[in-house]
């Protein structure tokens, strides 16, 4: 019911910013909680933040100070301005919904974009 694709990825340097952006499909995209993963090569994926309906948000440790995500409904699109870039940032980064019925668990996906930081 929901595609979503994401958009923003590129190559930059440490200490550099990116904004990724997610756009969404459909009429619902105001009733989904939101996240953003990524995975790094060799590495698990991992939950990079959330943002709720009412736009509450989680960040992991990690990107805590440094990412920030948020959302426009009127848009259907969701973002994660990456600021002060580290190495170690780089990744795939993917967005999901989040299950309104098994929170938890994430049930669409886009295709994710490439993000590169250079030291």
């Known amino acids: 019911q929901v595609q979503l694709v994401e958009s923003g990825g590129g190559l930059v340097q440490a200490g550099d910013s990116l904004r990724l952006s997610c756009a969404a499909s459909?009429?619902?995209?105001?009733?989904?909680?939101m996240a953003w993963f990524r995975q790094a090569p060799g590495k698990e994926r991992e939950l990079v933040a959330t943002i709720g309906t009412r736009s509450s948000t989680y960040y992991v440790d990690s990107v805590k100070g440094r990412f920030t995500i948020s959302r426009d409904n009127a848009k259907n699109t969701v973002y994660l301005q990456m600021n002060r870039l580290k190495p170690e940032d780089t990744a795939v980064y993917y967005c999901?919904?989040?299950?309104?019925?098994?929170?938890?668990?994430?049930?669409?996906w886009g295709q994710g974009t490439q993000v590169t930081v250079s030291s």
């Open positions: 999901a919904t989040v299950s309104s019925a098994r929170p938890g668990l994430y049930d669409y």
């Open positions: 459909g009429r619902t995209f105001s009733t989904y909680a």
